[in-house]
């Protein structure tokens, strides 16, 4: 996925450092979002009993 990113952001004329900073940026996001829902479903699945 990273690599996505940053292929993403250097598509134009090589890789300037800002919009690799922001292809990282946004990749990590992602996985922050990721594990954030992962934990709410975990907690609202142990709260109902489904565990």
């Known amino acids: 996925m990273l690599a996505v990113a940053l ?3 250097w ?3 090589g890789p300037p ?3 690799a900073f922001w292809a ?4 990590f ?3 922050a979002i990721a ?4 934990i ?3 907690i ?4 109902r009993g489904d565990a």
Do not use: H, K, L, N
């Open 7 to 9: 292929i993403v952001a």
């Open 17 to 19: 450092p800002e919009r």
């Open 29 to 31: 996001v992602e996985i």
């Open 24 to 27: 990282i940026m946004s990749y």
């Open 11 to 13: 598509q134009q004329d």
């Open 44 to 47: 609202s699945r142990r709260s």
């Open 35 to 38: 594990g954030f829902v992962e």
């Open 40 to 42: 709410i479903v975990g």
